[in-house]
């Protein structure tokens, strides 16, 4: 990356904010106190069913990088005026916290811890933006592969993006992200040499309009490379692409391997069934068609209707961007804190909206499996000393409604967290990208369709343990008693 510093680190890719509270804890010595934070967002993106959590190996070497540098401490000193007992103290610090997570690639939902944070307070604090910055888009471009493979059945997907994505790291770590949401390859190369991703990709229509004609263009890229899929969309689809594709692969025979044409531009329905009946008809049933422009799930699902004749799909703008919804709104939410006798207290955020509320409490997430079926029930969070695993009967309720609830017996309870980093050290073997993909494809083989398909999908049941719930109410009751005798102390004092 080009910097003026040559120690640059991502400790000051955070917000203002966390430094000035990192040094008010530390001011007041409460700093070392231990904290819990849970990361997760609340509504599932693009109207979809499901998300499907990324993010999680960018985010242990963030961890494992934790260390302010000498430019980011000069910085801090020459820019914004902090103190030198505090950077001293800053310049120090390392990460020694424990973190558990949900597997990258794991089905996802709302509402549900996807990171749990239990470090020293100031520690915790500090890496807020950051790791949210990482799930939240990795998390909602994973989910935005997975809902456009889900329209296009088997068909391969192709990501697209770069040249559109929100700068390069995002065309980086967006490609991989679309990977993990079942998309087979990138046209990125550097994400290809970075994470072993599948690279693939077709030639532009400037070559054709270098070359001037597609007649040389062909030929010139075929001289070169034996895979050769050629754009047909230059200047006249059916009259002059289709056919001199056409003819170049029929001039060249088993010198190359005609794999497809693509086209980008025009009416993809018409265009893909009169050219299918082109290349049929000339001796070439198993060459391609490659499509692009603009695509997305809705496009996509449109020129089925249609009858398209479409093998593979090159997303870029409306995948990379997450284009109709840009955010995932993940949040990093403060749950527990060590009181000054050394114990854990749980704390709550109140808001008006019920959604909002926060769960307060250490928690875990199991998802209830079904025996007889292999299906999932529900995921249901508990808190960190309860054991739902060795019950024979399992009361899942809706947490805002209440009254909508069902009983579960037969199942396992699966606990989807796994301790990720203790005491600061990474303590998890990473799998390898095709390992998550895999882990991810099976995953989703969990649950039935009605909650993976793309409109209106069934909302799958992310409830509360009884002592979860219970422990909820009396955080509320207790913040209500507060404000009430502050209200009655505020009128005394009038
Ligand atoms: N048969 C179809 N049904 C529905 N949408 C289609 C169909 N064919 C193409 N589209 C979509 O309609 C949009 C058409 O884009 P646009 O208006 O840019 O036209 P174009 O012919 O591609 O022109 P350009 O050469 O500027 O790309 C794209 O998003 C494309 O994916
Ligand atoms: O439409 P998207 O989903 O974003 O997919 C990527 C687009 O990028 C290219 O177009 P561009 O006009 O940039 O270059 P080209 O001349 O190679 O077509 C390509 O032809 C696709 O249309
Ligand atoms: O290889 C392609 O066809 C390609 C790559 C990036 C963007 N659009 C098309």
Redesign the pocket.
Known sequence: MSTNYADDSLMLHTDLYQINMAESYWADGIHERKAVFDLYFRKLPFGNGYAIYAGLERALAYLNDFRFTESDIGYLRDELGYREDFLAYLADLRFTGDVYSMAEGEVVFGNEPLIRVEAPLIQAQLIETALLNIINYQTLIATKASRIKQVVKGDVVMEFGSRRAQELDAAIWGARASVIGGVEATSNVRAGKLFGIPVAGTHAHSMVQAYESEYEAFHAYARRHKDCVFLV?TYDTLKIGVPTAIRVAKELGDKINFLGIRL????????SKESRRMLDEAGFPEAKII?S???DEY?IM??HL?G?KVDQWGIGTKLITAYDQPALGAVYKLVSVENSRGEMEDRIKISSSAEKVTTPGVKKVYRIIDRENGKSEGDYITLADEEPEKEQRLKLFHPVHTFISKFVTNFDAVNLHTQVVRDGELVYELPTLDEIVEFSHARLDLFWDEYKRSLNPEEYPVDLSQKCWDNKMRNIHEVRERIHDFELHEKEAE
């Open positions: 969309d980008d531009s025009g009416d993809i329905a018409y265009l499509v422009n603009d695509l496009t449109n020129l249609q398209a």
